[in-house]
T-cell receptor, first 115, second 111 residues
Framework: DAKTTQPNSMESNEEEPVHLPCNHS???????IHWYRQLPSQGPEYVIH???SNVNNRMASLAIAEDRKSSTLILHRATLRDAAVYYC????????????????FGKGTKLSVIP | DGGITQSPKYLFRKEGQNVTLSCEQN?????MYWYRQDPGQGLRLIYY???????QKGDIAEGYSVSREKKESFPLTVTSAQKNPTAFYLC??????????FGDGTRLSIL
């Protein structure tokens, strides 16, 4: 399975931008890059995903390196509600056999937002 | 609103007892998943199902069983063979390889 590497924790001041890095040097050309976040005692919440080009949605932006070996999740203005564990995960584009739908969650990055 | 409903929110198991966690979705998703999360850890896959009447073992299936008789439902049974069942259990669903939608989880403890 392709793996990702994220810092264990990060801090940000409220209302400032946050850049959460993720390394995935063994990514396959058929892998999407997914980001989820998890608040305490809740299930993970989908944030954003992309393949090659940078992506924007109402929650965040995803910047993908040209060689696809790293990516950065960008929260444009951190709020207290953004304090969570953020997971960067690789997922195949399409079903290719048993097990291919599995998401491998590491420990993620715990983001703290300082008022 | 469409979503995934897990019940109960909290569950207690006695020694030697089997317990079943419920997961229902009204998103019309084909694929469903069960994960286990221990404190301070990421999620680990227990079982997943891509279509009705079919399911596969994940990384930590020992001591667990599932069924998929209906598209909307994917219950998980924690059997007495699972010696360390205390954890946070999460159910998810998706359309094939699209992003997964998660429920709010069931927290299982041992009496």
């Amino acid at each position: 399975d392709a793996k990702t590497t994220q810092p264990n924790s990060m801090e940000s001041n409220e209302e400032e931008p946050v850049h959460l890095p993720c390394n995935h040097s063994t990514i396959s050309e058929t892998d999407y890059i997914h980001w989820y976040r998890q608040l305490p005692s809740q299930g993970p919440e989908y944030v954003i995903h992309g393949l090659t080009s940078n992506v924007n949605n109402r929650m965040a932006s995803l910047a993908i390196a040209e060689d696809r070996k790293s990516s950065t999740l960008i929260l444009h203005r951190a709020t207290l509600r953004d304090a969570a564990v953020y997971y960067c995960i690789l997922s195949p584009i399409a079903y290719s056999g048993a097990g291919s739908y599995q998401l491998t969650f590491g420990k993620g990055t715990k983001l703290s937002v300082i008022p | 609103d469409g979503g995934i409903t897990q019940s109960p929110k909290y569950l207690f198991r006695k020694e030697g007892q089997n317990v079943t966690l419920s997961c229902e979705q009204n998103l019309n998703h084909d694929a469903m998943y069960w994960y286990r999360q221990d404190p301070g850890q990421g999620l680990r896959l227990i079982y997943y199902s891509q279509i009705v009447n079919d399911f596969q073992k994940g990384d930590i299936a020992e001591g667990y069983s599932v069924s998929r008789e209906k598209k909307e439902s994917f219950p998980l049974t924690v059997t007495s063979a699972q010696k360390n069942p205390t954890a946070f259990y999460l159910c998810a669903s998706s359309i094939s390889a699209q992003p997964q939608h998660f429920g709010d989880g069931t927290r299982l403890s041992i009496l």
